[in-house]
């Protein structure tokens, strides 16, 4: 019965908490719509979320969590300094391709998401057979670094936790 009421007990929750975080104050009614509508969109997105990602292991996906947030405030002090000190002709814009060895879409969309929220970076593509991402950096004098680090940070932690 409870499963049926709450199918995604997850989403349920950031549901609540992303509408309390909008209105950005405390009231019992905005408290009571959340958690109806956080009911409600759940069971009726249900049949589209046949097979549910399962995330294997919490303790990394609550590093990577952290490491994510580390890095969009680093990025973002990095992108300030540019936009507001560099000419843009010093600037070395690449394309990078990331080949993947994660294989889950969960994955693939957690680690384009990623890229794309840290700034500087943004995904722009994924390869037909799902095996590469297109990536567009803003400064990247090194593109195999911004691959090697891309992979090495992110993607080697999103296998631990979808694995």
Request: with cysteine; glycine share 4%.
């Given at each position: 019965?409870?499963?049926?009421?709450?199918?995604?007990p997850?989403?349920?929750?950031?549901?609540?908490?992303?509408?309390?975080?909008?209105?950005?104050?405390?009231?019992?009614?905005?408290?009571?719509?959340?958690?109806?509508?956080?009911?409600?969109?759940?069971?009726?997105?249900?049949?589209?979320?046949p097979?549910?990602p399962?995330?294997?292991?919490?303790?990394?996906?609550v590093?990577?969590?952290?490491?994510?947030?580390w890095?969009?405030?680093?990025?973002?002090?990095?992108?300030?300094?540019?936009?507001?000190?560099r000419?843009?002709?010093k600037?070395?814009?690449?394309?990078v391709?990331?080949?993947?060895?994660?294989?889950?879409?969960?994955?693939?969309?957690v680690?384009?998401?990623?890229?794309?929220?840290?700034?500087?970076?943004?995904?722009?593509d994924?390869s037909?057979d799902?095996?590469?991402?297109?990536?567009h950096?803003?400064?990247?004098?090194?593109?195999?670094?911004?691959?090697?680090?891309?992979?090495?940070?992110?993607e080697?932690?999103?296998?631990?936790?979808?694995?």
């Amino acid at each position: 019965m409870l499963r049926k009421l709450v199918p995604h007990p997850g989403l349920t929750l950031l549901l609540i908490v992303t509408w309390l975080m909008l209105v950005n104050e405390f009231k019992w009614g905005s408290l009571v719509f959340a958690a109806i509508m956080g009911i409600i969109l759940p069971i009726l997105t249900a049949p589209y979320w046949p097979d549910r990602p399962l995330i294997r292991n919490w303790p990394a996906a609550v590093e990577y969590v952290g490491i994510v947030f580390w890095d969009i405030i680093k990025s973002n002090i990095t992108v300030a300094m540019i936009v507001l000190f560099r000419p843009a002709a010093k600037l070395n814009p690449a394309w990078v391709t990331v080949p993947l060895d994660v294989t889950s879409p969960e994955a693939i969309t957690v680690l384009a998401g990623t890229i794309t929220m840290t700034p500087g970076t943004v995904t722009a593509d994924l390869s037909a057979d799902g095996k590469a991402l297109l990536v567009h950096c803003l400064d990247a004098t090194d593109p195999d670094a911004v691959r090697d680090d891309i992979k090495a940070r992110y993607e080697s932690r999103l296998k631990r936790i979808f694995a």
